[in-house]
């Protein structure tokens, strides 16, 4: 009978290295906060001493959306709306701010030991035991 990889043996470190590096992972994603500047007067886009807000991102989207109930093989409209929707999604995907919560030295310690002791032994359960 073969274990982890097709190799003999190796079977419980395939799994407890398994659960570790899943633990690991789920506390620091667990710890980490998401925090956004996105809003309607804050600035998404800015080149050239020319900003760009969210709210004035909206007006070629109304724009674009009436000239596809208008005509809906109009390409311009199209352009317009799939566009500035497209650039409304970036911009808020771009404000956002991922920061480590609050976490003791000890807190860190256990989730980087889980985390990377984990993924070692689930890669030497891989490793041919037999030789």
Known sequence: MYGAGGTEGGTMRFFVGLGMMVMGGYLLLNSIRVVSNW???YS???WGGFSLTSGALLIP???GVGIIFYNVRNPIGWFLALGSLAALVAG???SVRLALGHMSLFDLLVVMVLAVG???LFLSSLRDFSR
Do not use: K, R
Request: charge should be neutral; glycine fraction near 26%; proline fraction near 0%.
């Open 39 to 41: 809003g309607w007067g």
């Open 44 to 46: 998404l886009y800015s």
């Open 61 to 63: 989207l109304l724009f």
């Open 92 to 94: 808020v995907i771009f």
């Open 118 to 120: 984990g993924l070692g």
